[in-house]
Protein backbone atom coordinates (compact mmCIF):
# COMPACT_ATOMS: atom_id res chain seq x y z
CA UNK A 1 0.00 0.00 0.00
CA UNK A 2 1.70 3.07 -1.36
CA UNK A 3 -0.61 5.27 -0.32
CA UNK A 4 -0.95 4.62 3.01
CA UNK A 5 1.56 5.34 6.16
CA UNK A 6 0.21 3.82 9.48
CA UNK A 7 1.17 5.91 12.37
CA UNK A 8 1.30 4.04 15.69
CA UNK A 9 1.47 6.75 18.24
CA UNK A 10 1.78 5.10 22.08
CA UNK A 11 2.02 7.95 24.39
CA UNK A 12 5.23 8.10 26.47
CA UNK A 13 4.42 5.97 29.20
CA UNK A 14 1.77 3.65 27.33
CA UNK A 15 -0.49 3.66 30.20
CA UNK A 16 -2.62 6.43 31.06
CA UNK A 17 -3.05 7.40 34.92
CA UNK A 18 -5.81 7.56 37.16
CA UNK A 19 -7.10 11.12 37.22
CA UNK A 20 -6.37 11.85 40.92
CA UNK A 21 -3.86 14.11 42.63
CA UNK A 22 -1.69 12.41 44.63
CA UNK A 23 1.40 9.88 43.70
CA UNK A 24 -0.29 7.20 46.78
CA UNK A 25 -3.41 6.87 43.77
CA UNK A 26 -1.58 5.64 41.04
CA UNK A 27 -0.65 2.02 42.49
CA UNK A 28 -4.36 1.94 43.70
CA UNK A 29 -7.04 0.02 41.84
CA UNK A 30 -9.01 1.48 39.20
CA UNK A 31 -11.33 -0.35 38.36
CA UNK A 32 -12.88 -4.37 39.50
CA UNK A 33 -14.02 -7.06 37.52
CA UNK A 34 -15.34 -10.55 38.59
CA UNK A 35 -14.01 -9.29 42.18
CA UNK A 36 -10.33 -9.02 40.99
CA UNK A 37 -8.90 -6.15 40.96
CA UNK A 38 -7.47 -4.06 37.85
CA UNK A 39 -4.62 -1.46 38.38
CA UNK A 40 -3.89 1.58 36.36
CA UNK A 41 -0.31 1.52 37.00
CA UNK A 42 2.28 -0.86 38.94
CA UNK A 43 5.76 -1.63 39.71
CA UNK A 44 6.55 -3.71 36.49
CA UNK A 45 4.21 -2.88 33.94
CA UNK A 46 3.28 -5.17 31.24
CA UNK A 47 4.95 -5.97 28.01
CA UNK A 48 4.24 -7.16 24.99
CA UNK A 49 6.48 -10.31 23.42
CA UNK A 50 9.64 -8.97 22.13
CA UNK A 51 8.74 -4.80 23.63
CA UNK A 52 7.39 -2.02 22.50
CA UNK A 53 8.98 -2.38 18.24
CA UNK A 54 7.56 -5.39 17.78
CA UNK A 55 4.44 -3.81 19.09
CA UNK A 56 4.85 -1.74 16.70
CA UNK A 57 5.53 -4.18 14.32
CA UNK A 58 2.43 -5.92 14.92
CA UNK A 59 0.09 -3.51 14.71
CA UNK A 60 1.75 -2.47 11.60
CA UNK A 61 1.61 -5.51 10.10
CA UNK A 62 -1.84 -6.22 11.10
CA UNK A 63 -4.05 -3.07 10.69
CA UNK A 64 -5.77 -2.83 7.18
CA UNK A 65 -6.93 0.52 6.12
CA UNK A 66 -10.90 0.30 5.96
CA UNK A 67 -11.06 0.31 2.29
CA UNK A 68 -14.49 2.86 1.82
CA UNK A 69 -12.42 5.14 4.62
CA UNK A 70 -9.58 5.43 2.56
CA UNK A 71 -11.38 5.72 -0.71
CA UNK A 72 -13.08 9.10 0.89
CA UNK A 73 -9.68 10.07 2.35
CA UNK A 74 -10.67 10.15 6.38
CA UNK A 75 -8.01 9.58 8.78
CA UNK A 76 -8.72 9.01 12.98
CA UNK A 77 -6.64 8.55 15.95
CA UNK A 78 -7.78 6.19 17.41
CA UNK A 79 -7.74 5.56 21.25
CA UNK A 80 -8.29 1.93 22.56
CA UNK A 81 -8.10 0.77 26.44
CA UNK A 82 -8.08 -2.67 27.13
CA UNK A 83 -6.88 -4.76 30.59
CA UNK A 84 -4.07 -7.11 30.23
CA UNK A 85 -5.04 -10.07 32.44
CA UNK A 86 -2.72 -11.40 35.25
CA UNK A 87 -2.12 -14.40 32.37
CA UNK A 88 -1.17 -11.70 29.63
CA UNK A 89 -4.42 -11.98 27.84
CA UNK A 90 -6.18 -9.16 26.15
CA UNK A 91 -9.70 -8.58 27.40
CA UNK A 92 -12.63 -5.64 27.89
CA UNK A 93 -11.53 -3.77 24.42
CA UNK A 94 -12.78 -0.69 24.34
CA UNK A 95 -12.41 2.17 21.94
CA UNK A 96 -12.32 5.25 24.48
CA UNK A 97 -12.78 8.30 21.55
CA UNK A 98 -15.85 9.11 19.00
CA UNK A 99 -14.67 7.53 15.56
CA UNK A 100 -15.65 6.32 12.46
CA UNK A 101 -17.20 2.85 13.18
CA UNK A 102 -14.76 1.12 10.99
CA UNK A 103 -11.79 2.36 12.42
CA UNK A 104 -13.22 1.09 16.07
CA UNK A 105 -13.60 -2.25 14.05
CA UNK A 106 -10.71 -2.74 12.72
CA UNK A 107 -8.61 -1.31 16.06
CA UNK A 108 -10.64 -4.17 17.98
CA UNK A 109 -9.82 -7.17 14.99
CA UNK A 110 -6.37 -5.94 15.18
CA UNK A 111 -6.13 -6.31 19.34
CA UNK A 112 -8.01 -9.22 19.80
CA UNK A 113 -5.12 -10.90 17.16
CA UNK A 114 -2.46 -10.14 19.96
CA UNK A 115 -0.49 -12.83 21.32
CA UNK A 116 -0.25 -12.86 25.31
CA UNK A 117 1.62 -9.97 26.75
CA UNK A 118 4.23 -10.46 29.70
CA UNK A 119 1.50 -10.01 32.83
CA UNK A 120 2.10 -6.74 34.82
CA UNK A 121 3.83 -7.62 38.04
CA UNK A 122 2.96 -5.69 41.33
CA UNK A 123 5.16 -6.82 44.83
CA UNK A 124 6.27 -9.66 42.59
CA UNK A 125 2.30 -11.22 41.69
CA UNK A 126 0.83 -10.80 38.25
CA UNK A 127 -1.79 -8.25 38.02
CA UNK A 128 -4.86 -7.06 35.93
CA UNK A 129 -3.23 -3.64 34.28
CA UNK A 130 -5.44 -1.13 32.30
CA UNK A 131 -3.38 -0.32 29.19
CA UNK A 132 -3.93 2.71 26.41
CA UNK A 133 -2.90 2.08 23.32
CA UNK A 134 -3.52 5.21 20.95
CA UNK A 135 -3.17 3.85 16.35
CA UNK A 136 -3.60 7.12 13.82
CA UNK A 137 -4.56 6.00 10.60
CA UNK A 138 -2.97 8.15 8.18
CA UNK A 139 -2.93 8.58 4.49
CA UNK A 140 0.02 9.85 2.42
Do not use: C, H
Request: proline share 7%.
Amino acid sequence: MKNLILLIFLSFPVFVFAQNKTDDSLSKPSETRDNDVVLTFTETMPEFPGGTEALYRFVSKEVKYPKNLKKDKIEARVISKFIINKEGGIENIQIVNKVEPEFAEEVVRVLSLMPNWLPGKQMGKPVNVVFTLPISFKLK
